[in-house]
């Protein structure tokens, strides 16, 4: 064991979002390692307070090494500099700023994020990404040392306990849904996926089916992307059948999860991806694009398609639904798709990443 100190800093954490989750895992394993280890932030919801603490009460000098996280620009740089301890940068990635509207908050801050991680690489000992796209950008933008290892993948917070939402409740109930789950901006290409679906409907015809929705759950990031996406339902007359529901409690989602038929991304940049990997543990196959990191974090572990048609997409749907046996071997490849993210072999990785960095001795279990 070791009485040594490891802290970790973003400026904001949110209830619920990829980033934070991946802080309260990276905070379990190294507690795990024996180190002393809180998470401080500047924005803090109430819902996670005393789950991190104000930015204000971190000590750099009782501090061996601050992992800050960086997945988008902010206000904070003067702070997170003035820090004498050693820091390792934690990169999830930021979206382009071209997805963004020009002159919007979400596009200066977009631009602001890339700019901070190529002017800040100097102040950091170390930096990991969590995934092969994370890191070549850091390479990129000038970081000579990096590694990447994925501290998002806690499956343990799917095996909580689960709760149908309060939407579902007055669907049918032998309703056969497609899940999809990420905020509501433009890079996440949810239209695509009402399109797909419309598509789907009609091409079944007037067949005898369950009831069918597509249900799409995020908080909003672009309001103008969001009423966007609103018009777009009412334009295909999906009003009854595509639900846009906003955020869910962790365990709404757990029910979504193990109950949806399938799970639906059309996401055109992703530094990771964190859902699929939620899907594959649910046992719920996945049909996305191969954009971004979208082919790298799920292997295996769901029918990855080069089109961005929306007819294409609705046609493989159709053919998991359809072609015998199809489902089911997409199931057994999203679970071994998840062994390449057990939380042992994560772990040891991030123990043995530890022992590599001069100021920080090996662990001793």
């Known amino acids: 064991m070791t009485n040594k100190r490891i802290d970790q800093f973003a400026a904001t954490v949110a209830a619920g979002d990829g980033v934070t989750n991946g802080l309260l895992f990276t905070r379990s394993l190294l507690r795990d390692l024996g180190f002393e280890s809180d998470i401080y932030s500047f924005s803090i919801p109430d819902q996670m307070a005393g789950q991190v603490l104000p930015a204000r009460t971190f000590h750099s000098s009782q501090c061996s090494l601050l992992m800050y996280h960086h997945s988008m620009g902010h206000d904070h740089g003067r702070w997170l500099l003035q820090q004498k301890c050693p820091k390792a940068m934690v990169y999830h990635n930021i979206t382009p700023p071209e997805f963004f509207p020009e002159g919007g908050g979400l596009r200066r801050y977009a631009e602001l994020g890339l700019e901070q991680l190529r002017e800040w690489r100097e102040e950091f000992v170390h930096a990991l990404a969590d995934s092969p796209l994370n890191e070549s950008e850091l390479v990129e933008a000038g970081y000579t040392r990096s590694k990447t290892l994925p501290l998002l993948v806690d499956t343990r917070r799917l095996e909580g306990t689960k709760s149908q939402p309060a939407f579902m409740r007055q669907q049918p109930d032998d309703t056969r849904f497609y899940l999809a789950v990420g905020r509501l901006a433009e890079n996440k290409r949810q239209y695509l996926l009402i399109e797909a679906f419309y598509h789907l409907l009609q091409n079944q015809g007037t067949a005898e089916q369950p009831a069918q929705r597509l249900i799409i759950v995020g908080g909003t990031t672009s309001e103008a ?141």
């Open 225 to 365: 992307y969001a009423r966007g996406l609103h018009q777009h339902v009412r334009n295909l007359g999906l009003q009854d059948s595509v639900l846009l529901v906003g955020k869910c409690s962790e365990a709404e989602l757990r029910w979504l999860y193990h109950t949806a038929h399938q799970y639906w991304c059309a996401s055109a940049h992703e530094g990771f991806c964190m859902p699929l990997l939620e899907a594959n543990y649910a046992s719920l196959p996945v049909v996305t694009q191969a954009r971004s990191n979208i082919p790298d974090t799920l292997g295996e572990g769901g029918l990855l398609l080069e089109s961005d048609d929306p007819v294409d997409f609705a046609m493989a749907a159709h053919f998991l639904n359809t072609e015998p046996g199809l489902y089911e071997a997409m199931v057994a490849a999203g679970h071994r798709n998840l062994l390449r993210y057990e939380r042992e072999n994560l772990r040891t990785a991030l123990s043995l990443w530890l022992e590599q960095l001069d100021l920080i001795s090996p662990v001793k279990e």
